[in-house]
């Protein structure tokens, strides 16, 4: 592993240990160069996944970007870090396992709302707002009252 700080390929591993969900083994490093420390983490790749977007431009897939998107729509959100990678980690192995290389960006973004829409509602109607294309008041509107309409509904299964 290269020093982030100075480029010199030997760094040696200090403690090692798995991630709270066990997605990946968090390494403590320092660089006999330089000696700074730092922490890379290894996670598994089940494959390599290629987004493609709507207008059909591909793209390698990056967990960051999940957790990126979802760190600005529960932004000042009483949601953890930790809480959000762990999302993301569930996401990624969701697409991972359907066995697909290529996955449409609008499965992506429809895999980050269910995972808003569990942790936090302001945070899962910002990221609509964007992810849907809002463009006017009355957009935010026809979405919070068929959010309205679904939460009803579950709700009235939950009583049957």
């Known amino acids: 592993m290269r020093c982030p700080f100075?480029?010199?390929?030997?760094?040696?591993?200090?403690?090692?240990?798995?991630?709270?969900?066990n997605s990946a083994i968090r390494r403590r490093r320092a660089c006999p160069s330089c000696g700074a420390r730092f922490t890379t983490f290894e996670r598994v790749q089940l494959r390599e996944i290629t987004v493609v977007k709507a207008d059909g431009r591909k793209q390698v897939f990056n967990r960051d970007k999940i957790i990126k998107s979802m760190q600005i729509a529960l932004q000042k959100r009483p949601?953890?870090?930790?809480?959000i990678e762990k999302s993301a980690n569930s996401i990624v192995r969701q697409l991972e396992t359907t066995g697909d290389h290529e996955i449409e960006s609008k499965k992506v973004g429809e895999l980050v709302m269910k995972a808003l829409a569990q942790l936090d509602t302001v945070g899962f109607v910002r990221y609509a707002s964007v992810y849907k294309d809002f463009r006017r008041?009355?957009?935010?509107?026809?979405?919070?009252h068929e959010l309205s309409d679904l939460q009803v509904r579950l709700t009235d299964s939950d009583i049957d």
């Open 6 to 21: 100075c480029g010199n390929e030997e760094t040696q591993v200090k403690d090692s240990r798995p991630t709270e969900d």
């Open 79 to 83: 949601v953890e870090l930790e809480t």
């Open 137 to 144: 008041p009355e957009d935010f509107n026809e979405f919070l």
